[in-house]
């Protein structure tokens, strides 16, 4: 693992399962100070002793990314507790598939305010910490941002919002904060599990179960490369798909 992660303090929403605690795990396994940050209390703070057994600094913040009172809060407890932050992975998300209709006007509102908002506010608030000293900004996008599908247009959105607003972020933020955005395919996390809609709900179980889904640890090891790469590379987009997945 490079020894640009070492010494770094990592910021990861979603932090409590899936990508998100994975990334943790590898960034902490590489010598960076982690921030758990996720609204399941329980879940972080039993990953915060793991990770704190073997020997890494980490700090476990209930927070919401819809919620800027409680964004501010866990930024500054970042810089209190472990010097400010040098990475912020913008993980925290959902993917409610469902048909576009008034029945799912709440699951709508709430996909726009986590998979976009959310990834906006939190780096507003910690922005000032990762342009001290340069930083690395990883937002965790989706093909979904890349390919539109019937029953996923309220997802592909807010993907596509995202990949757009991160593009212009790193023409704004150069030189000295890196922008990266990566775009996995089908990934065996809980994202399916709370999807409401019976049909789509099955339609999603049943294309990861036609190509041998990645796991969430080939995510969070594209993670750690990108934002170990010396200052003088920056690698701003990777699309990452299972080897058998056709879109």
């Given at each position: ?12 929403t979603?932090a ?71 990475v912020?992975?913008?993980?925290a998300?959902?993917?409610l598939?469902?048909?576009f209709?008034?029945d799912?006007?709440?699951?709508t ?16 608030v ?7 000293g ?28 995202l ?10 933020l150069?030189p ?37 889904a ?8 594209v993670?750690?490369?990108a ?9 701003n987009?990777?699309?990452i798909?299972?080897a058998?997945?056709?879109?």
């Amino acid at each position: 693992m490079s020894d640009e992660i070492s010494g770094r303090t990592a910021v990861i929403t979603g932090a409590s399962s899936g990508i998100g605690e994975a990334t943790a795990r590898t960034l902490a396994a590489a010598g960076a100070r982690v921030a758990l940050l996720a609204r399941r209390e329980d879940r972080i703070a039993a990953l915060a002793t793991e990770l704190t057994t073997g020997g890494a600094s980490v700090v476990a913040i209930t927070a919401d990314v819809t919620d800027r009172a409680s964004m501010q809060a866990a930024a500054g407890r970042v810089q209190d507790e472990l010097g400010g932050a040098d990475v912020l992975v913008n993980n925290a998300g959902q993917m409610l598939l469902a048909p576009f209709s008034a029945d799912h006007a709440e699951e709508t509102r709430r996909m726009v305010e986590i998979n976009l908002l959310g990834a906006m506010t939190t780096t507003e608030v910690f922005l000032d910490q990762l342009r001290d000293g340069g930083g690395d900004i990883v937002n965790i996008s989706s093909v979904a941002g890349r390919i539109a599908r019937k029953g996923s247009s309220v997802y592909n959105a807010t993907k596509w919002g995202l990949n757009g607003w991160a593009e212009a972020l790193r023409q704004e933020l150069l030189p000295g904060v890196r922008v990266i955005v990566v775009e996995p395919g089908a990934v065996a996390t809980e994202l399916a599990d709370h999807i409401t809609h019976p049909e789509s709900q099955e339609n999603a179980r049943a294309s990861y179960e036609e190509v041998e889904a990645l796991e969430a640890q080939d995510i969070a090891d594209v993670i750690a490369f990108a934002v170990g790469r010396p200052r003088r590379v920056a690698i701003n987009e990777v699309l990452i798909r299972p080897a058998e997945q056709p879109l």
